[in-house]
């Protein structure tokens, strides 16, 4: 389980863990809301697909208490540096504040590994709750975009 002690607006504690025979049925239902298919699958469950059929990324199931709420995954690029992707909360538990605990949790474990590694991730432009989500975690742009989305990093020295 990787836990930074953060909660939910309802202080319930937000909490990721692997993704195992137990739980990914309701990781596998997680889904966005229709409007934000544009940017993301409609369904948690391609993204267990993906992870399941790749070498890079890896799944992790959002918990706040015990109740899965989202999915996200993560992933090693070859110069070293960390990347979120595929992050979901599901449409009834968004809002909460559960997405930044998660995405603040994620950032700081895997910017505590192997020497402090910058953590990157992208996303649609027009995407503008993921965009003030990560600006305010103090993800800055790198210059680069990949298929269409803005590429973004979270420096060692940002990390709060
Ligand atoms: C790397 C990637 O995977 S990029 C793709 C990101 N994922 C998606 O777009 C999928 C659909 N969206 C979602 O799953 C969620 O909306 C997420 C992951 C973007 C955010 O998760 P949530 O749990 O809803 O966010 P949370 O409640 O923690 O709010 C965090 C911040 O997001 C922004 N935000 C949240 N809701 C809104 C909204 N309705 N409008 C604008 N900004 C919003 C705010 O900056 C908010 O900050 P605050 O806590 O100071 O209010």
Do not use: C, K
């Not at 309701?26 to 809301?33: E, L, Q, S, W």
């Not at 993906?50 to 899965?68: I, K």
């Not at 009834?92 to 953590?119: I, K, S």
């Not at 990157?120 to 989500?133: G, I």
Request: proline residues 4%; hydrophobic residues 45%.
């Amino acid at each position: 389980m990787i836990e930074s002690g953060l909660s939910d607006r309802a202080g319930r504690r937000v909490t990721l863990r692997p993704v195992d025979d137990d739980n990914w049925r309701a990781v596998a239902d997680v889904a966005p809301r229709d409007d934000q298919r544009a940017w993301v699958a409609a369904l948690a469950a391609r993204y267990l697909l993906l992870t399941m059929r790749s070498d890079v990324w890896n799944s992790l199931a959002v918990y706040a208490d015990d109740t899965v709420v989202g999915h996200v995954m993560w992933g090693v690029d070859d110069d070293g540096s960390r990347w979120i992707g595929g992050m979901v909360i599901d449409a009834a538990e968004q809002d909460r504040g559960v997405g930044r605990a998660a995405v603040r949790t994620l950032a700081a474990w895997l910017g505590d590994q192997d020497g402090g590694h910058p953590v990157r991730l992208s996303y649609h432009p027009e995407n503008a709750q993921a965009a003030r989500l990560y600006t305010s975690l103090g993800f800055v742009p790198t210059g680069a975009m990949e298929d269409d989305e803005l590429v973004v990093e979270l420096l060692p020295s940002a990390r709060g």
